[in-house]
């Protein structure tokens, strides 16, 4: 069995440890930037066109998009923290445990993404009421998640397959791939609402059909013979030096990752009591808030596979380098986003309300405390880009915890029992949360750093 690179890949990588770090920076992260923008504008137009339905649509979307993230959490952590480690082999110049680690990996999303619908479709109705779900929003809503967790089952390969290409460096395909995706997501979502007018569940079928074609691509170009990123079901290895730092670093991710949306279905529940379109209202809110944070996530990912590089070819300067980079832009960007986003707020708000003032201004109170935290996130996204990397996923997970359990779900119930704030509680804990997060992210990194300074002895002159 062979595992070479493409001459893209060489230079690539030569590149990622020897270039300008800025240049590698925003040569890697501005294509994932725009990749995760347009991820979640079709969150957003999603959420236009389900606002078009009925406001108990856009409540049922953004209630059980968070119970789906927390199944989805199993294939998204183990291609973050698999790809992290992906990418320190080829750092290293593994390339024979690049491609057994690859091969892997796509062997272990397919397995938990068949086994997660298997136990938990035969009892669907039962199980969202187990999550809290309101009744009304399961009367909504159980056939839409139905066929979400079929699009969970494709989406399961698909993220490994953008995980693969995240740890070679090739953002660029990674975005175009997305511009697909949301192409036909996007058309087929407006032909099904307004063309046929159907309902809610018909906007997973477009997501389903959508996620398809990307996995059609996907297996067409990870089954190159002798390519150190493809797939060979003779490289597939559960032996210990393949499969356990895949593991190890994966299963905090996966922790964290189910964790964090598991926490939003509580603050969801919490919600409530504001009426059931209050869940809705934070659900716009929230998507309003990944204008300016998914482009940081975009740079976090990007960051995450350059640092895991560097560390695994022992760059350590260029560890650091990458980080303040990172962190620079994401702060930027935030500023930028957000206050363009409040400017606007009362026309974006107008795109959701499903022509009721009520729900219009229940989305404005949220986010006008939402986008405050937009700075703070940068800085958090950066610190998590540095954790993933030098493979401190425990850290990525305590800090995650913290930002739903210890700043936002506690602070929430003292807000809505202890203070007069009404329905305003429900964005001041998304600000309380997210400032906190930022702080706490920024502590740990200094610690962090400090300790990576004296451990590898990094000075002015450092390589």
């Not at 590089?309 to 980080?323: I, P």
Request: with cysteine; charged share 15%; proline share 2%.
């Amino acid at each position: 069995m062979k595992a070479k690179l493409t001459e893209k890949d060489e230079r690539s990588l030569h590149e990622s440890l020897n270039g300008s770090m800025w240049k590698v920076v925003l040569s890697v992260g501005i294509p994932l930037a725009l990749y995760q923008g347009l991820s979640i504008l079709s969150t957003i137009l999603d959420t236009m066109m389900a606002a078009h339905i009925s406001e108990e649509s856009v409540s049922a979307a953004a209630y059980l998009s968070q119970i789906n993230a927390i199944l989805s959490a199993v294939g998204g952590g183990l291609a973050v923290g698999a790809g992290v480690q992906i990418s320190r082999a080829y750092g290293e110049g593994s390339f024979l445990l690049v491609r057994k680690r690859v091969s892997s990996l796509h062997a272990l999303c397919l397995g938990a993404g068949l086994l997660i619908p298997a136990l938990i479709l035969p009892f669907a109705r039962d199980f969202l009421r187990l999550a809290g779900t309101p009744e009304k929003l399961i009367d909504v809503g159980a056939q839409y998640f139905v066929v979400e967790m079929f699009d969970m089952v494709v989406k399961f390969l698909n993220n490994v397959y953008i995980a693969v290409e995240r740890a070679r460096g090739d953002s660029r395909r990674i975005m175009l791939l997305n511009f697909m995706v949301i192409g036909v997501k996007l058309s087929l979502t407006a032909l099904f609402v307004y063309g046929i007018r159907g309902g809610l569940t018909m906007i997973a079928v477009a997501s389903l059909i959508s996620q398809l074609s990307l996995l059609a691509f996907g297996i067409r170009h990870s089954l190159r013979a002798d390519e150190a990123f493809s797939f060979s079901r003779e490289a597939v290895a559960m032996d210990r030096r393949t499969v356990m730092p895949m593991i190890t670093q994966s299963v905090p991710v996966i922790a964290e990752k189910a964790l964090f949306a598991f926490g939003k279905t509580v603050v969801n529940a919490m919600c409530v009591i504001y009426g059931d379109t209050m869940a809705g209202a934070l659900g716009v809110s929230n998507n309003l808030g990944g204008i300016t944070t998914n482009p940081q996530n975009g740079y976090q990912e990007g960051a995450a596979a350059i640092i895991s590089q560097n560390y695994g070819a022992g760059k350590y300067r260029r560890v650091l380098e990458a980080f303040f980079a990172t962190a620079v832009v994401n702060v930027i960007l935030g500023a930028v986003i957000s206050s363009l986003e409040l400017w606007r707020l009362n026309q974006l708000a107008g795109l959701f309300d499903s022509g009721s003032e009520s729900f219009r201004q229940m989305i404005m109170s949220v986010y006008r405390y939402e986008a405050l935290g937009a700075v703070p996130l940068g800085i958090n996204a950066a610190v998590l880009a540095l954790l993933y990397g030098l493979g401190e996923t425990r850290l990525t997970l305590a800090l995650n915890f913290a930002r739903v359990f210890v700043f936002r779900i506690p602070v929430f119930w003292f807000l809505q029992n202890h203070t007069g704030l009404g329905q305003a509680s429900v964005g001041a804990v998304m600000l309380i949360s997210n400032v906190s997060s930022g702080a706490a992210a920024a502590i740990v990194a200094a610690a962090v750093i400090a300790r990576f300074i004296a451990v590898h002895k990094i000075t002015a002159n450092t390589t």
